[in-house]
């Protein structure tokens, strides 16, 4: 795997929410290499991420994500369901921002457009801005509190320098989202915003990645990868991120998961490549070596490795078991179901050495390992109103058995970026867990045999 100037490792973990602090602390927080933060998670509590990535976190390093492609979707999705109004975090950051944003969005109410960007004035004002959010936005919070006091007499003792833990490792080029339809007019502003980036970021003493952010149909399409792949080849950035907007890799067709590879081998031309929302199939690109220019893989907190790039109403929430077998969530019931098959409840031993070995798997596997595999799936029953307001029973997952996925999650991941592994070996444990599921769980465990054609070639 390539070193990338800015990254600390090949294991990436995106913050989601407050409550994901818990998995990232403690225990977990040697898990895992470098941490991507959202913008407009940064606007709407920055306080409370200064205090995080300066002394909970003990300085691990962070980059941030502008989003800058949010405002070229149409305001309906920065709007607060309740309110009607442009969310306050999202506000902020337009703001921050400032031209074309703040006019198109917050004046007129209107998303952006690739015309807006036309005289290198205003390109050049866009992107000095949206690195200063990324640099500074952090610094400055600390520096406006009693944190600051402290850095201050670090820098006196000489021990760091001043505020040197809210300095992002690398900055990101502002950048906007492609599809088949709309590519060719928002892939020269791209490229444009990328160049006057990078040189951006000499000044300033940072590396520069650049995000790219595509439909899974670009993928599909040749002459339009093609495209973008010449575009993206004139800039040279520290690294791409790569954003396949709704791409569950496991879910995803080898058709779509051929393009991905080419796209990543394509741009790694140029520079290392990370995936910002990949699952184990990309972990095994890199960790197998199949696709060296694949440097760092991200994820969330057990649901966030694919994302659509509009929000998505999220349904009922469902307890799931991550199946390192399959590496992939099951429902827990059907998690059950391809665990009895496996053999992995004939005992205790049996299913750390077959199943799964983590510490949370450890901590909950006693005597009876199926009467207490069922600590992943407790639920409760709540009354919700469905359609014609009528009262509805729904089963949902206790906070307990979220945070018991969740932490039994985190393990798995540490132990799949860990794990040395061969292309054949893995191919033959994806054909192997295939054969012995199909029946039982056919939908669920399709990807098996599709990585495993892949990793063969």
Request: with cysteine; net charge negative.
């Amino acid at each position: 795997m390539p070193n990338v100037d800015g990254i600390a490792g090949a294991h990436l973990v995106r913050y989601g929410t407050a409550a994901d602090q818990k998995y990232l602390l403690g225990d977990f927080l040697g898990t895992y290499d470098h941490l991507v933060i959202n913008a407009n998670m940064v606007a709407h509590m920055p306080s409370a991420l200064a205090s995080l990535v300066t002394q909970k976190m003990q300085r691990k390093p962070f980059f941030i994500d502008p989003q800058t492609h949010a405002f070229q979707h149409g305001t309906s999705y920065l709007e607060s369901s309740t309110t009607g109004e442009i969310k306050r975090s999202i506000r902020d950051l337009v703001q921050a921002y400032g031209a074309p944003v703040e006019e198109a969005v917050l004046e007129r109410g209107e998303a952006i457009l690739p015309a807006d960007f036309a005289t290198d004035d205003l390109q050049d004002a866009f992107c000095e801005r949206v690195l200063d959010f990324q640099e500074s936005r952090l610094r400055a919070e600390v520096k406006d509190s009693d944190v600051s006091k402290y850095y201050e007499f670090l820098e006196e003792e000489g021990i760091a320098d001043d505020l040197g833990a809210v300095r992002p490792s690398l900055l990101v080029a502002p950048y906007f989202y492609l599809d088949a339809r709309n590519a060719g007019r928002w892939l020269p502003v791209n490229q444009a915003l990328a160049a006057r980036t990078i040189t951006k970021g000499v000044d300033r003493g940072l590396p520069v990645a650049v995000q790219v952010v595509i439909s899974r149909d670009v993928l599909a399409t040749s002459r339009v990868l093609e495209t973008v792949v010449n575009y993206y080849s004139r800039v040279a950035p520290a690294a791409f991120l790569v954003w396949v907007s709704d791409m569950a890799e496991d879910d995803a067709s080898e058709d779509v998961l051929t393009g991905f590879i080419y796209l990543v081998r394509a741009l790694g031309a140029s520079a290392p490549v990370i995936n910002l929302y990949g699952g184990y199939f990309s972990v095994a690109l890199m960790q197998t070596g199949k696709v060296p220019e694949l440097a760092a893989v991200t994820h969330s907190l057990e649901y966030g490795e694919s994302r659509d790039v509009v929000p998505v109403g999220g349904g009922i929430p469902v307890a799931k078991f991550y199946l390192p077998n399959i590496h992939s969530r099951l429902a827990t019931r059907d998690a059950l179901r391809a665990i009895r098959v496996l053999g992995g409840f004939a005992s205790r031993e049996t299913f750390l050495n077959t199943i799964c070995p983590c510490a949370e798997c450890q901590s909950i596997m006693g005597n009876d390992p199926e009467r207490d595999f069922a600590t992943y799936g407790v639920t409760v029953t709540k009354a919700v109103r469905g359609r014609g307001g009528r009262l509805i029973a729904r089963e949902y997952p206790t906070s307990k058995t979220k945070d018991h996925c969740v932490r039994h999650y985190m393990w798995a991941k540490e132990r799949e970026y860990r794990e040395a592994v061969s292309a054949a070996n893995l191919a033959t444990a994806l054909r192997d867990a295939y054969s012995r599921l199909a029946r039982v769980l056919p939908d669920s465990v399709a990807h098996c045999e599709v990585w495993a054609n892949i990793l063969e070639t």
